[in-house]
Nanobody
Framework: QVQLVESGGGLVQAGGSLRLSCAASGRTFSSDTMGWFRQAPGKDREFVAA????????YYGDSVKGRFTISRDNAKNTMYLQMNSLKPEDTAVYYCAATQGYRRSIYYEFAYDYWGQGTQVTVSS
């Protein structure tokens, strides 16, 4: 079993920055892709970004392109999400997710096998 633990959420003013971390642990960690999703109150969970563990290719949702950067540290089994130029509409619970093996459709929740508990990000106007 793989465990994912997010950290780094909090309250920030519009225009500010936050960095989220997601640490993965477990008996065997062989994920192909890790990603971030977010869910605002009353809304569906939304794809934010994903990164291939091997090669480092990254993918972003349209609403965060140019503002958020996803990265990973293979040695630490940790993924990061640097969030800049934050907007009130970025307010949500942010979830870390990981696949067990290769998945093509990494923009969708069903592609991911493991999920973290979520961390709250609140952006004030």
């Amino acid at each position: 079993q793989v465990q994912l633990v997010e950290s780094g959420g909090g309250l920030v003013q519009a225009g500010g920055s936050l960095r989220l971390s997601c640490a993965a642990s477990g008996r065997t960690f062989s994920s192909d892709t890790m990603g971030w999703f977010r869910q605002a109150p009353g809304k569906d969970r939304e794809f934010v970004a994903a990164i291939r563990w091997s090669g480092g290719n990254s993918y972003y949702g349209d609403s965060v392109k140019g503002r958020f950067t996803i990265s990973r540290d293979n040695a630490k089994n940790t993924m990061y999400l640097q969030m800049n130029s934050l907007k009130p509409e970025d307010t949500a619970v942010y979830y870390c997710a990981a696949t067990q093996g290769y998945r093509r459709s990494i923009y969708y929740e069903f592609a991911y096998d493991y999920w973290g508990q979520g961390t709250q990000v609140t952006v004030s106007s």
